[in-house]
């Protein structure tokens, strides 16, 4: 078979009709665009699936977890009279719950299903990492999207199927987690192989939006449909994920050798260094005429990904892989059990229902949104991954604190403290499952095989996402001794992130201090090469 001939078959279907139809190419800059946009729909839908669960807590397991006389820590009556406690009770809406969640385990029941998925999806990170390496992306990425899809629907099956079996609810979520692990190695690794690192952190910050906005729509679209049963609020999430799975298979070019466009690495030419006359040849030529020299790699399916253990030995990974295990145990705490500590708790006097919880938890995420780009954007500027991230870490401390502390004495008070924690928890989260993992998946070391890509990203994330697995199964349990025990693990948890990143923390300033003295030829070290310190100095 012909190059011009496999170049075709690679070609996603919808692009190719497109293309047909219109009888020439687009220019390059539009394929990134298309990119961007379409991982972005991919992971958002991801996100989205996974929120049911945090919305229907309180639904499956009603019940307040405490007194509501306790008095909110450590600010006691001063805020809230007495009279508004007595009003709530005689008033609040009582309901049965769904066995076997709304019994006196309830809320460990409700841990044990969070810890099932994300216990799944941390182990099928590592084989969906290598995975994605060696198989075509697009379908690898099709595939776990369309399977998350059903065995969502599933789970919300079980209100039409008058399911009461614990263990059917938690095979749902666990072969749900082995799907929901094909995401983020596959997206990563496709927008690291058609971005180069100039302003990765800034992009990837806008982009890693997706997460936020995931979290926000499927919190909004399982709140919408919970009054006609909690069923709806996992299949229209789960129809959701799969529909976006169609439209990775039909429009997604994982590499850009799939359309006849060299690969990114460090050693070979940027996209954006391309020539414009090439651009205006690829506009104005024939339909897929692809333009390659023959050393230019393939694309789908054609290179060998490096093995996990090699790719640990990446300077920067494991480091990083370990801050992530207790970041991710912050935010992962954050996103299945704010709605549920939003309904439990007093604000400004009184409970909100399930439904307004889940809408108010939202806002968390708008926050994570501005501080995923804010983070990105910084590490940017000062060339620096590691500080940034240890420096949000620390901060979120004080957020937390100030969060749990004062959030109960007014909504206006709880939302602005929220967007704050939102923005300083899920920053550094997201730069490093993001720019970090795409500047490590293409680092010097791997002499520009790019296929690291998800297998880096596999191992990061993986392994944050045993600590997404064990933030909200502690949480289950210590929830019910009260939530001040919560948040002082949280805090515990975001000051240990902190501290692993110190020693890149301090390599970096070394690194920036040497850059800034000139050299013995009278020359000044160049600052703005692109390339991350904390990378270049231990290789």
Not at 16 to 22: Q, T
Not at 50 to 65: A, C
Request: charged letters at 15%.
């Amino acid at each position: 078979m012909s190059r011009d001939s496999n170049t075709r078959r690679r070609i996603p279907p919808g692009i190719f009709l497109i293309k047909s139809v219109r009888g020439k190419d687009w220019a390059l800059k539009s394929y990134r665009y298309i990119i961007l946009l379409l991982t972005f729909i991919a992971y958002a839908s991801y996100h989205a699936s996974r929120k049911p669960s945090s919305i229907v807590k309180s639904v499956f397991y009603p019940e307040s977890l405490k007194n509501s006389k306790v008095s909110p820590w450590p600010v006691g009556n001063v805020f809230i009279k007495e009279e508004e406690f007595v009003s709530f009770d005689r008033n609040r809406v009582e309901s049965q719950g769904w066995y076997p969640f709304n019994q006196s385990d309830g809320t460990s029941k409700l841990g044990e299903i969070d810890v099932a998925f994300l216990a799944c999806y941390s182990s099928g990170m590592y084989v969906a990492g290598h995975l994605g390496d060696t198989l075509d992306l697009r379908l690898f990425l099709t595939t776990g999207m369309i399977g998350s899809g059903i065995f969502v629907g599933l789970f919300g099956m079980g209100y039409f199927w008058n399911i009461h079996v614990f263990w059917f609810f938690l095979s749902m979520q666990m072969v749900a987690g082995l799907f929901q692990a094909t995401g983020w190695p596959s997206v990563v690794a496709v927008i690291g192989n058609w971005f180069g690192k100039r302003k990765r952190g800034l992009i990837m910050g806008i982009w890693n939006a997706h997460t936020s906005v995931g979290n926000i729509s499927g919190s909004l679209l399982a709140a919408a449909v919970l009054d006609y049963g909690w069923g709806w609020s996992f299949i229209v999430p789960g129809a959701l994920i799969a529909s976006a799975g169609v439209l990775v298979y039909l429009f997604l070019p994982a590499y850009p050798e799939d359309i006849g466009f060299s690969g990114i690495t460090d050693s070979s030419p940027n996209l954006e260094s391309l020539s414009q006359a090439e651009e205006d040849r690829t506009q104005k030529g024939p339909v897929v005429k692809v333009e390659k020299s023959s050393g230019i790699k393939e694309g789908s399916g054609s290179r060998t990904g490096i093995g996990l253990f090699e790719a640990c030995f990446i300077p920067g990974v494991i480091p990083f892989a370990l801050c992530l295990f207790f970041s991710k145990l912050v935010a992962y705490t954050f996103l299945y059990w704010l709605p549920f500590y939003l309904s439990q708790t007093e604000i400004g006097g009184e409970y909100m229902s399930v439904k307004s919880a889940g809408n108010l938890s939202t806002l968390f995420d708008v926050g994570g949104i501005a501080g995923g780009i804010l983070a990105g954007y910084i590490s940017d500027k000062l060339n620096a991954r590691a500080t940034t991230a240890a420096t949000f870490m620390l901060a979120a401390i004080p957020s937390m604190l100030l969060y749990r502390t004062y959030g109960s004495i007014s909504r206006t008070i709880n939302i602005l403290l929220m967007v704050v924690a939102g923005l300083f928890v899920n920053g550094p989260y997201a730069l490093i499952t993001t720019a970090v993992s795409a500047d490590l998946g293409t680092h010097s070391s791997l002499r520009g095989d790019s296929r690291a890509l998800a297998t880096v990203t596999a191992i990061i994330d993986g392994t944050g996402s045993v600590g997404a697995a064990l933030g909200p199964l502690i949480t289950g349990f210590l929830s019910s001794k009260g939530w001040d025990v919560v948040f002082i693990m949280l805090m515990v948890g975001a000051l240990i992130a902190s501290l692993l990143l110190s020693q890149l923390v301090i390599a970096e300033f070394t690194e920036r201090s040497h850059k800034s003295v000139p050299s013995s030829h009278g020359q000044q070290t160049d600052e703005a090469t692109g390339s991350q310190p904390l990378l270049s100095n231990q290789r």
